[in-house]
């Protein structure tokens, strides 16, 4: 079979390296890919945006594509999955409207609450005037998040009132992120350990992925502002047996049965951004796509294969399977431009992408092809993914070779994994 995946990141990298390894699969395309999928073995980039349906469309007709995934969040919120059905193409994605669980934050917590799926209490408004006397009588720190789509930036953990009352200001006004921003949702603060949790569903039955942890602060110790994601480990050891059971039994499944109930199925990868408090789950976020930087080192440990089980999630078939994971441990370390989540130059040559090691993996997310080098091309630049037999180990392997890369004013954290490797201790 052929398979096209759609984005030009980190995640898509992860995917279609891990379509590339199936036995069924003849050819993987990528469009618009990045110089680390153009490498892949059976791989090809497709010169083609991640919006231009139509053109997307056009080529799936002319290489006969039998499957197209969909990595990024902007075609699966304007609607490509609604897009692929009009033209009788198998394409693995949500609707426009089952992806409001992502694309808007007052639609999940509208749906959360309705469907007794636990999540933290909130307040969504329009009106700074009734964010400013929401937040005066709550407790510090709060949460305030854009409403819409900020490729992950959208989330301040205000620790005063005054910081929370200029962040909600400034969304509104649409000074932060625009329209994505002129409505906000304001959520108590939940203190525990977060977690990802992603699965397949086809729209009735689910598979869960292996567990994950990701790490969204820019600098150490979980410092600074809130990024796409400087790193992630997989498996997260606070999701023990009995969280996985609890996650599954009251968010997940009542997830997936609710958007059934509402009329608008969901069928795609749910990923559930988790707060695990004092053992028992709640739901901070969910997004409509593999997670980015979960996916690479989760996919790294896939046994089984994932072309066989996006098909079948298409199809409505996933009922009785499930997939199986490498006993080892991986950890993700993000190399960033210097200066994000702010402003970053671009266009650095990339030295050290050229050693190998075979118990750790390079997927490239902002790289360009400059002439006959690889330069940086945005503020996440790679994820460096080392296996181990455990999470120390791994991260000791992900970051050897994460100190060979180099180009000016290179960032990254030194401590992935930490909470994992703190329990190994």
């Known amino acids: 079979m052929k398979i ?99 694309s808007s934050k007052s ?13 933290a209490e909130s307040l969504t408004t329009e009106d700074i005037g009734e964010a400013s006397e929401y937040i005066k009588g709550k407790s510090m ?27 909600a200001r400034t969304m509104l006004s649409g000074e932060s992120f625009g329209e994505a921003g002129r409505r906000v949702v304001i959520e108590e603060f939940l203190n525990g350990e977060e977690a990802s949790f992603t699965v397949l569903s086809d729209g ?4 869960p992925f292996a567990s994950s942890q990701d790490h969204k602060a820019v600098y150490d110790a979980d410092q600074g502002p809130n990024t ?29 049965r609710g958007m059934a109930e509402d009329g608008i199925p969901f069928q795609g990868f749910l990923y559930v951004g988790l707060m695990i408090v004092e053992g028992a789950p709640f739901v901070i976020e969910f997004n409509c796509r593999f997670g980015d930087p979960e996916a690479q080192p989760v996919l790294m440990r896939l046994e089984s294969d994932l ?7 298409v199809d409505s078939g996933l009922a009785g399977r499930s997939l199986s994971f490498r006993e080892e441990s991986t950890v993700g370390v993000v190399l960033a431009s210097g200066g994000y989540p702010g402003a970053y130059k671009t266009g650095y040559p990339i030295g050290g992408l050229d050693e190998t090691d075979s118990n750790c993996k390079i997927f490239h997310a902002g790289t360009a092809l400059q002439e006959d080098s690889v330069v940086t091309a945005g503020g996440r630049v790679l994820s460096v993914v080392g296996l181990g037999s455990t999470i120390g180990e791994a991260q000791k392997t992900a970051y050897a070779r994460a100190e060979l890369i180099e180009w000016p004013g290179v960032h990254m954290r030194r401590d992935i994994g930490y909470r994992a490797i703190a329990r190994e201790r």
Request: proline fraction near 6%; glycine fraction near 8%; charge should be negative.
């Open 107 to 119: 639609f999940a917590k509208d749906f959360m609450f309705r469907h007794e799926i636990p999540t």
């Open 4 to 102: 096209l995946v759609i984005g030009s990141g980190g995640r898509e990298h992860a995917l279609a390296w891990s379509f590339a390894r199936s036995k069924r699969v003849s050819r993987v395309f990528v469009a618009p890919g990045n110089p680390g999928t153009q490498d892949e073995q059976g791989v090809e980039n497709v010169d083609l945006g991640v919006s231009d349906f139509a053109g997307i469309v056009r080529f799936v007709r002319q290489q006969e594509v039998d499957l197209t995934v969909v990595g990024p969040e902007q075609p699966i919120a304007e609607g490509i999955r609604d897009y692929f059905d009009q033209c009788d193409l198998k394409c693995l994605a949500p609707s426009k409207l089952a992806a409001q669980l992502e």
């Open 228 to 256: 796409g994601g400087m790193g992630a480990y997989s498996p997260a050891p606070v999701v023990s047996n009995a969280v996985h059971k609890s996650v599954m039994d009251s968010i997940v499944l009542p997830t997936i």
């Open 204 to 207: 009735e039955d689910v598979v």
């Open 307 to 313: 072309a066989v089980q996006c098909l079948a999630a």
């Open 141 to 167: 720190p709060i949460v305030v998040k854009a409403d819409g789509l900020a490729a992950g930036k959208g989330v301040t953990v205000a620790q005063s009132e005054s910081e929370a009352v200029e962040t």
